[in-house]
């Protein structure tokens, strides 16, 4: 990442380069808020709560989460099970 690579010769402290790398990912992250679960599986309901806790949560600040590479039978049990295991609650 090109801001990381700056702050370390600004600052010549790998350290502080490294935090403003991740605090830049983070927010670069934050705004595509796209799940990409191509190479996952949904083995249980864990599963689903989880996603579905990051889905309330950004939604409580207007945001939308996308998520995307689920084989049929994996969105099916997601569907199935989404919103149905208190997550948000």
């Known amino acids: 990442?090109?801001?990381t690579v700056v702050i370390v010769v600004i600052t010549h402290n790998l350290a502080?380069?490294?935090v403003v790398g991740v605090i830049v990912a983070m927010i670069l992250f934050a705004r595509r808020v796209v799940i990409d679960l191509?190479?996952?599986h949904i083995w249980?309901?864990?599963t689903v709560a989880?996603?579905?806790a990051i889905t309330t949560k950004y939604a409580r600040y207007g945001k939308t989460v996308q998520i995307v590479?689920?084989?049929p039978s994996?969105?099916?049990r997601h569907e199935r099970l989404a919103?149905?295991?208190g997550a948000g609650h």
């Open 83 to 85: 919103g149905q295991l």
């Open 38 to 40: 191509t190479e996952s």
């Open 1 to 3: 990442m090109l801001s």
């Open 69 to 71: 590479g689920l084989n």
């Open 50 to 52: 989880t996603l579905d």
């Open 44 to 46: 249980d309901a864990s």
């Open 74 to 76: 994996r969105a099916e």
């Open 16 to 18: 502080i380069g490294v």
